[in-house]
């Protein structure tokens, strides 16, 4: 694992962000605050109208907290709900669903439509990029990034390299982040890369002590908080991931490392079923409304 921060002037760049959801957003927002031109894209027109007024909203929040440069005009905002507005980027970031499938349908589309040296950003927390790299024409322009949520106020993101990844590809992602203001931590690629295969058990095991009863969500984050110095806890962590999004997560890790720790707790199961997502929904282990 390499550490890699950016030390070239940023280079213009025109970003299609594929995804209008929770990642989709945040990045959108991130890029924008940048001063990136930005291309959204979601087949759902109405996520998109919302999505619009979730951008308006985050960037607000982004420039009181500080999260921003100063002095830096907002790029441009596009929404299309065609793939095809991806022809002219310099770099498209794929923030859909966290399932393999899907991931690898968009990838293949929006591959098939940039220009050759485009590059090509799967945004997952869990899928190996080798496995999706598959699916698109040239595998060696695609490269894992993982951003955290919300991206805006996360001044790290860890960049995964598949066997196929090539240097110019890699040199463009250092360069995107760069115009970001975001340190570049590269890993090797495997399931869950580091900070998912790390971080969403541990979610997992504290989902699984509420559910036996050992203590509530707000003792567990409390304890997580003041004795081992967790910034959040590990089920408001949870709720800011989306629990859905989490399962997904956890099952894939399950599915290609075998781990049964990684196997999603009842409790986690139940919650999705509920339609408690976390913040995104209103009510995860915590009440947002």
């Known amino acids: 694992m390499t550490t890699d921060p950016y030390e070239e002037p940023p280079i213009p760049h025109a970003l299609t962000v594929l995804g209008a959801g929770v990642m989709g957003v945040g990045i959108t927002v991130l890029a924008l605050g940048h001063g990136l031109p930005v291309h959204l894209v979601d087949v ?39 793939p095809k507005a991806a022809a002219g980027a310099t770099a498209v970031i ?40 598959g699916a698109v024409e040239r595998p060696e322009e695609l490269v ?73 969500a707000e003792d567990v984050d409390a304890l997580m908080q003041g004795c081992l110095g967790h910034p959040t806890g590990p089920l408001r962590t949870a709720d800011l991931i989306g629990i859905d999004n989490l399962v997904d997560s956890l099952r894939v890790l399950h599915e290609r490392t075998g781990d049964d720790g990684c196997r999603p707790s009842e409790l986690l199961l139940r919650l999705v079923r509920e339609g408690r997502l976390g913040r995104k929904s209103g009510r995860g282990f915590y009440d947002y409304t």
Request: no cysteine; net charge negative; glycine share 8%.
């Open 44 to 82: 759902d027109r109405d996520r998109l109208d919302r999505a619009g007024d979730r951008i308006d909203s985050e960037l607000r929040l982004a420039e009181l907290m500080g999260a921003l440069p100063a002095g830096t005009p907002l790029g441009t905002l596009v929404t299309d709900t065609s």
């Open 94 to 133: 794929e923030a859909v669903t966290e399932n393999a499938a899907t991931k690898a349908a968009v990838l293949s589309e929006v591959s098939a439509l940039v220009r050759p040296g485009t590059l090509l950003v799967t945004n997952t927390s869990s899928i190996p990029v080798d496995e999706l790299a």
């Open 144 to 216: 894992g990034t993982h951003f955290m949520n919300p991206p805006y106020l996360i001044g790290t993101a860890e960049v995964v390299r598949g066997t196929r990844t090539g240097d110019p590809a890699m040199a463009a992602v250092r360069s995107l982040l760069g115009a970001l203001r975001r340190r570049a931590v590269v890993v090797r690629d495997a399931p869950g890369f580091v900070t998912s295969r790390i971080l969403h058990p541990m979610i997992n095991d504290a989902a699984r002590v509420v559910q036996e009863g050992t203590a509530t």
